[in-house]
C-alpha cells in the first residue's frame, strides 16, 4: 500500500486527516523532531512474533514495548521482536521500518499501547521516512479495531 493507497483508504472511509512531509528520518525520536510532533502523539509500529505469528506492536514514539508485559497481557507463551527478513516480503509497498499502523490491511493483528489510546490525535508513517499521516484518534481504532493493552514503558 503506496501513500495514495493508505490515502484511497482513509478517503474511501471518510476520514480527515492532515499529511505531513518531512526530511528523511529513520527513528521515533529523529521523526517527532523533524515533523516537530510530540514523541507521545507520534504512534511507532513495531512488528512482533507472537507465538510465531507477525503482529504489530503500536505505542507512543516515545516509549518502548514490554514485551513480557505484553506476554501477559494477550495470554502468549512467547513474543519475540520479528527480524527485518521476516517481515519485509509482507509490506512490499512500505520502505522497511515505515509501515502505518494499520494491520487490518497486512492481515496482521493490531495491539495499541492504552497509553496512545488516550490521544486525540496521532501521526504515524505513511509507508515512507519522509511522510507522515496525523488524523484522529477515534478514526483510527474504529477503521483498525485494535486490541488495546498495557505493554509500553518510558
Known sequence: MAVSKLIEYLDS????YVTISHSQA?????????????????AKTVI??????????????????????L??????????LATEQEFR????DCQVGAM??????YGVDVFVAATLADDEEI?????CHTKLIRMAYRDFERLVQPKIIHFARH
Request: hydrophobic share 50%; charged share 15%; glycine share 10%.
Open 48 to 69: 512482533v512474533r507472537i507465538n510465531g505469528r507477525l503482529a504489530m506492536a503500536v505505542l507512543p514514539a516515545s516509549q518502548h514495548v514490554d514485551f513480557g508485559l
Open 89 to 92: 516480503g509482507l509490506f512490499l
Open 123 to 127: 501521526a504515524f508513517n505513511a509507508c
Open 100 to 105: 502505518p499502523p494499520f494491520g487490518n490491511l
Open 71 to 80: 506476554e501477559m497481557a494477550i495470554g502468549a507463551g512467547k513474543v519475540q
Open 26 to 42: 529513520f527513528t521515533a525520536p529523529e521523526i517527532a523532531a523533524s515533523a516537530h510532533i510530540k514523541g507521545k502523539e507520534l
Open 13 to 16: 472511509h471518510n476520514v480527515r
